[in-house]
């Protein structure tokens, strides 16, 4: 399991296209994208990481409203168990809102 499958899952969910870094070819009026920000080892005993803590950007870009969207976003992210860790809006760029939601999950370390 890692934080990029679980996001496209919920993407998938909510009905947005996803793709990650960036989009490719041409964006529909409605898009995510996910930006992998750290992986760490936060939280462990003995100097031997059991798990570990994966963070990522989901950004929302919409050229209507973004509220509706934003918000079933968010409860979905909430009803999966993600930890949001900061929500803002970005700004209007190139005729696209632009909302982002950060994240943060804890996985244990695959072996």
Do not use: W
Not at 48 to 55: I, L, N
Not at 58 to 76: E, H, I, P, Q
Request: with cysteine; net charge negative.
């Amino acid at each position: 399991m890692s934080l990029l499958s679980d996001l496209q899952t919920i993407a998938e969910h909510c009905g947005v296209p996803l793709e990650t870094g960036v989009f490719s070819g041409k964006a529909p009026d409605t898009y995510l994208v996910i930006t992998p920000l750290s992986d760490s080892f936060e939280l462990h005993a003995d100097n031997a990481p059991g798990c570990e803590t994966q963070e990522a950007r989901l950004s929302l870009f919409t050229k209507g409203s973004y509220t509706k969207l934003k918000n079933d976003l968010v409860r979905a992210l909430l009803g999966a168990d993600f930890y949001i860790t900061d929500r803002r809006y970005i700004g209007f760029e190139t005729g696209y809102h632009h909302y982002a939601i950060d994240v943060a999950q804890i996985y244990e370390l695959e072996e």
